[in-house]
C-alpha cells in the first residue's frame, strides 16, 4: 500500500507563497501521474495540477501562470509552488499518485489565504 504525506500548507497573506510537498513511499514512483487536487468548504474537489510521468505538466485554468507542479524521482516527491495567492485559493490540498485504475491519495494539508 503506498503512502503520500503532504507538507507546506499553512496560513498566508494575499499575493503571498506557499510550497506544498508530497513524499511517496511507492517503490515505482517514476512511473505514475501524481497530481494537486484541492477541496474548499462545501464544494467538489478539483485538480489542481497534475503532472504525468514523462514530466509533462497541466493547470486548471484558476492557478496558471501562478503555481508549478514538479517532481523528484530519486526523492518520490511532488511539489506545488503556489504564487500571488488568492483568498479563493483557501482549500484542503491533496496529493493523488495515479496509474490506470490505480489512485493513492494523501491526507491532505489545509492552505488559507487571508489578511
Known amino acids: 500500500q503506498v503512502q503520500l504525506v503532504e507538507s507546506g500548507g499553512g496560513l498566508v497573506q494575499p499575493g503571498g507563497s506557499l510550497r506544498l510537498s508530497c513524499r511517496s513511499s511507492?517503490?515505482?514512483?517514476?512511473?505514475?501521474?501524481m497530481g494537486w487536487y484541492r477541496q474548499a468548504p462545501g464544494k467538489e474537489r478539483e485538480l489542481v495540477a497534475v503532472?504525468?510521468?514523462?514530466?509533462?505538466?497541466n493547470y486548471a485554468d484558476s492557478v496558471k501562470g501562478r503555481f508549478t507542479i514538479s517532481r523528484d524521482n530519486a526523492e518520490k516527491t511532488v511539489d506545488l509552488q503556489m504564487n500571488s495567492l488568492k483568498p479563493e485559493d483557501t482549500a484542503v490540498y491533496y496529493c493523488?499518485?495515479?496509474?490506470?485504475?490505480?489512485?493513492?491519495w494523501g491526507q491532505g494539508t489545509q492552505v488559507t489565504v487571508s489578511s
Open positions: 493523488r499518485q495515479s496509474s490506470g485504475n490505480t489512485i493513492y
Open positions: 511507492g517503490s515505482i514512483f517514476s512511473l505514475y501521474s
Open positions: 503532472i504525468t510521468s514523462a514530466r509533462a505538466p
